[in-house]
């Protein structure tokens, strides 16, 4: 049974940081793609970045690049998301996953590669 469970969300001045946490239970972490994914009032879950097992390889969204940052310790099990320069549009409720299936690279945006998920995070950017 995989447990993710995400942290560090909270509210900040547009072009503040903040830096979200995932720990994660239940599969040999460092196999495991993981995301971030968010989702704001009234629009759909949207993906953010991944990272793949080894975290040499990452991918990101066209509107977060250049200053969300994804990382991971597969010594703690743990995956981040530092985010610097927030916009108020980067409110949302934000979700870590992991990939459906083990020793994939990081370049999956679409949700439906994903089968677990914590249970969000809220970043509101104040304007």
């Known amino acids: 049974q995989v447990q993710l469970v995400e942290s560090g969300g909270g509210l900040v001045q547009a072009g503040g940081s903040l830096r979200l946490s995932c720990a994660a239970s239940?599969?040999?972490?460092?196999?495991?793609?993981m995301g971030w994914f968010r989702q704001a009032p009234g629009k759909e879950r949207e993906f953010v970045a991944s990272i793949d097992g080894t975290g040499t390889s990452t991918y990101y969204a066209d509107s977060v690049k250049g200053r969300f940052t994804i990382s991971r310790d597969n010594a703690q099990s743990t995956a981040y998301l530092q985010m610097h320069s927030l916009k108020p549009e980067d409110t949302a409720v934000y979700y870590c996953t992991q990939l459906r299936y083990p020793n994939w690279g990081a370049g999956y945006s679409d949700l439906n590669f994903y089968d677990s998920w914590g249970q969000g995070t809220q970043v509101t950017v104040s304007s």
């Open positions: 239940g599969r040999p972490f460092s196999r495991y793609t």
